[in-house]
Nanobody, 120 residues
Framework: QVQLVESGGGLVQPGGSLRLSCAAS????????MGWYRQAPGKQRDLVAD???????NYADSVKGRFTISRDNAKSTVYLQMNSLKPEDTAVYYC??????????????WGQGTQVTVSS
């Protein structure tokens, strides 16, 4: 079982920066993909970015060039550095660990979510 605890959300002005952190307790294996999703009111939860243990990353088009995901395998922690924030980045951000059981099956573990609000 994996438990995830997020921190770092808050209120920031447009153009500002925030850094989210997510610490995992329990065993994180090298095959686990760690990532961040976000959900705005009335919308579905969408991938923001994810990262493998070897450092391969994947970003949503809307955040490319502004957000950077990183991972500390020794600490089982994933980070999301968010720069040049826009009002449309406002959402609850969720940390995720995806554990592949087979080529077609995976377990998803979720954090409790942290609110990010971009507003002047």
């Amino acid at each position: 079982q994996v438990q995830l605890v997020e921190s770092g959300g808050g209120l920031v002005q447009p153009g500002g920066s925030l850094r989210l952190s997510c610490a995992a307790s329990g065993s994180i294996s090298s095959g686990d993909v760690m990532g961040w999703y976000r959900q705005a009111p009335g919308k579905q939860r969408d991938l923001v970015a994810d990262i493998t243990s070897s450092g391969s990353t994947n970003y949503a088009d809307s955040v490319k060039g502004r957000f950077t995901i990183s991972r500390d395998n020794a600490k089982s922690t994933v980070y999301l550095q968010m720069n040049s924030l826009k009002p449309e980045d406002t959402a609850v951000y969720y940390c995720n660990v995806r554990r592949w059981l087979s080529a077609m099956r995976a377990n998803d573990y979720w954090g409790q979510g942290t609110q990010v609000t971009v507003s002047s």
